[in-house]
């Protein structure tokens, strides 16, 4: 069966350090892999795909995720976090082999300390 | 501007009494999905629509009603609704059922039922 994991709840970082977020994933088939951000009382706004080609994406706000086959993960980096950061972050799956829907990790709220 | 918008943005009703949350998308977006978030499950998917006339069930259908008569509105209706049902809700649309379309959400809908 297809699924997400986000095995963090919550990751603090002080401002000007490096962050990351890490989602690892399950699917029969080729992953498409998405990073959403949501801020406090808004909707969820997209940060990056990976849909095939390099390994490395970069994303809107500096962010970049590192798609590693092998070991079936897609983390969420920033080489130096701000505080305007902080918000929830949701890793998300689609199988392409799918009905094209979305499965999703529960999240995982970053704080950036000052 | 593109958008999605819902409405209303708060909701607080009774056991019982009929609802509908307006979803309305300004980007001629053939996929629209429902979604219900609570705290440590991430986002259930409730129903989608690949195109006008055509909705299916996501994994949480139950206690929900679809509609999709035109392109730009996808109404959720809860005919009798319960305190389970108490969740934000945000309604989400993307270009097309293709699987690296990354997905546009709306601002959510705290419902409360009492």
């Known amino acids: 069966a297809q699924s997400v994991a986000q095995p963090e709840d919550q990751v603090n970082v002080a401002e000007g350090n490096p962050l990351t977020v890490k989602c690892t994933y399950s699917v029969s088939g080729n992953p498409y892999l998405f990073w959403y951000v949501q801020y406090p009382n808004r909707g969820l706004q997209f940060l990056l795909k990976?849909?095939?080609?390099d390994n490395l994406v970069k994303g809107s706000y500096g962010f970049e995720a590192e798609f590693n086959k092998s070991q079936t993960s897609f983390h969420l980096k920033k080489p130096s976090a701000l505080v305007s950061d902080s918000a929830l972050y949701f890793c998300?799956?689609?199988?392409?082999?799918?009905?094209?829907?979305?499965?999703w990790g529960a999240g995982t709220k970053l704080i950036i300390k000052p | 501007e593109a958008q999605v918008t819902q409405n209303p943005r708060y909701l607080i009703t009774v056991t019982g009494k009929k609802l509908t949350v307006t979803c309305s998308q300004n980007m001629n977006h053939e996929y629209m999905s429902w979604y219900r978030q609570d705290p440590g499950l991430g986002l259930r998917q409730i129903y989608y629509s690949m195109n006008v006339e055509v909705t299916d069930k996501g994994d949480v259908p139950e206690g929900y009603k679809v509609s999709r008569k035109e392109k730009r509105n996808f109404p959720l209706i809860l005919e009798s609704p319960s305190p389970n049902q108490t969740s934000l809700y945000f309604c989400?649309?993307?270009?097309?059922?293709?699987?690296?379309?990354?997905?546009?959400f709306g601002p959510g809908t705290r419902l409360t039922v009492l």
């Open positions: 990976y849909i095939t080609g």
């Open positions: 989400a649309s993307s270009a097309s059922s293709g699987s690296y379309n990354e997905q546009f």
């Open positions: 998300a799956v689609r199988d392409a082999d799918s009905n094209y829907q979305l499965i």
